[in-house]
């Protein structure tokens, strides 16, 4: 293994969605790529919001992408435990540190002392920070505030006219001025750490070598590296991946529909096709190539090319992926996928004997396709299951109300009825014989072989469907549109 250490770090405050599990793949294939440990931390520490059911959609989430960690929560390991709230003693003794070396102070400040400062700083025109009036009490003020029942925070204690600069490996150099950040929360008067302080205390003991997260957190990065330095850290590296937006080139949010890996999932995507998609939402290997298994992602990622301008989610894409994975993915797989959503949709019921289950493999091998996620699946199949079919539209009736009709589907009654079997094998040879032997174009035998059989004017081939169908079925529809 090589020195290179990454993390996930989600808050369980909701199902994984789109940003962070790109998030988490660009650090998974970063940490394979580079032969690094990738770690899995849960940041767990607003407590309102933070949920155990939202953290095992995470992991379920994570797992089902096919994106293991070497260590973290679950999987444990030699820096534990990986759960934020386990972890308060930690922050408290590295609090305690700062406190000691002057690089926290306690602020027994109220929110309406905290509006009305704000206020008054809006007021002046500044921008609203905390301006430090705890910064310099004496311990006589901190015994009368404390006697007053006040219980104090942690704020860190910014220091004045720097310019922080942070050499981010996918932005650049981006300089920050940390006057305007103003003496910021470190430990909640619960004794809760803030994520700023939490982060870096978590990212230093856990021996992260790179971080690498969304956009958003840039404007932590200068708080952090604070704190770093106030510890005397090294700072690590940072890359921070651009933001995902809707094809309206807003910021990605549940209008531009599904946001949580679940829902795709759920919708039938496979993972395969989600983990290309994700990797291309930001990356790029250089060629025209779209396809790229997890294997040839490992092999190829690399941080310089993540590109700095934002990703735009095309489902369209997700779309053609998808359905290049149902089209690629080995038969019995796909089946075992698509059964829950035939099941789901009231096609079969119970347990799938051996039997049935061959015959779902055709069905599946018939209508794939035309998937584009495999819960479209039941939109294809439901003339295999209807006992009867009518012509869908005017189309397909006018089809049926062809002159040759009634010669065409009694030829084709009659050679099933006399076949030793039915199988794609002999529906095929029977099916390629017909327009030679009853003296018509192709056309004219297949379309209303087609709109009998199936009541539409397309669909999967002929020579799957009627094995599909069977014998019994086969012929009474031909009866009953001849
Ligand atoms: N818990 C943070 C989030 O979910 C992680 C940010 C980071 O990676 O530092 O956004």
Redesign the pocket.
């Known amino acids: 293994m090589s020195g290179v250490r990454v993390r996930f770090?989600?808050?369980p405050t909701g199902p994984l969605h789109i940003g962070?599990a790109r998030s988490a793949l660009f650090n998974w294939l970063f940490a394979r790529n580079q032969g690094g440990t990738f770690i899995v931390r849960i940041?767990d520490t607003d407590l309102e919001r933070s949920s155990r059911e939202s953290e095992e959609n995470i992991l379920a989430a994570l797992r089902w992408l096919g994106l293991d960690w070497d260590e973290g929560i679950e999987v444990g390991g030699p820096h534990g435990p990986y759960r934020q709230t386990e972890r308060l003693p930690i922050y408290q003794r590295y609090a305690r540190q700062l406190l000691e070396s002057g690089w926290a102070y306690r602020c027994y400040c109220t929110e309406e002392e905290l509006a009305a400062e704000r206020e008054a700083l809006l007021a002046r025109g500044e921008m609203p920070r905390y301006t430090g009036r705890c910064r310099y009490l004496c311990e006589e003020d901190r015994h009368r505030l404390e006697a007053e029942g006040r219980r104090p925070v942690l704020r860190f204690a910014v220091p004045s006219g720097e310019t922080i600069t942070v050499q981010d490996l996918v932005r650049g150099e981006v300089s920050f001025d940390v006057d305007g950040i103003g003496d910021f929360i470190i430990v909640k008067s619960d004794g809760i750490p803030t994520?700023n302080f939490a982060?870096v205390v978590d990212d230093h003991t856990m021996g992260i070598t790179h971080?690498i997260?969304?956009e958003e957190?840039l404007s932590n990065t200068p708080r952090q590296i604070l704190i770093y330095r106030a510890f005397g850290w090294p700072v690590p590296q940072f890359a921070h991946v651009s933001l995902i937006l809707g094809r309206d080139r807003t910021k990605m949010s549940k209008r531009h529909g599904a946001t949580s890996i679940e829902q795709y999932r759920e919708m039938g995507y496979l993972p395969e096709a989600m983990v290309n998609f994700l990797a291309l939402l930001g990356w790029s290997p250089g060629g025209e190539e779209e396809i790229f298994t997890l294997e040839e992602l490992k092999r190829q990622f690399s941080l310089e090319r993540v590109a700095k301008n934002p990703a735009v989610f095309d489902l369209d894409k997700l779309n053609w992926l998808n359905g290049h994975y149902i089209r690629q993915s080995p038969l019995e797989r796909v089946t075992d996928l698509a059964v829950p959503f035939l099941q789901k949709a009231g096609y079969i019921s119970g347990e799938v004997t051996p039997e049935q289950y061959q015959w779902l493999k055709q069905l599946v091998a018939a209508v794939r396709d035309y998937l584009t996620n495999l819960s479209e699946i039941t939109r294809h199949v439901d003339i295999f299951f209807a006992p009867e079919v009518e012509p869908e539209d005017e189309e397909a009736r006018s089809v049926l109300a062809g002159e040759q009709v009634p010669r065409v589907l009694a030829a084709l009654a009659e050679k099933i009825k006399s076949a030793d079997g039915l199988d794609e094998e002999i529906a095929r040879s029977i099916l390629k014989r017909l327009p030679r032997e009853l003296g018509l174009g192709a056309r004219k035998v297949y379309l209303p072989i087609r709109v009998a059989l199936t009541g539409r004017t397309h669909g999967p081939e002929l020579y799957q469907v009627i094995p599909l169908l069977g014998k019994e079925k086969v012929l009474a529809r031909l009866a009953r549109a001849g």
């Open positions: 770090a989600p808050s962070g940041e994520y982060v971080v997260r969304a957190h």
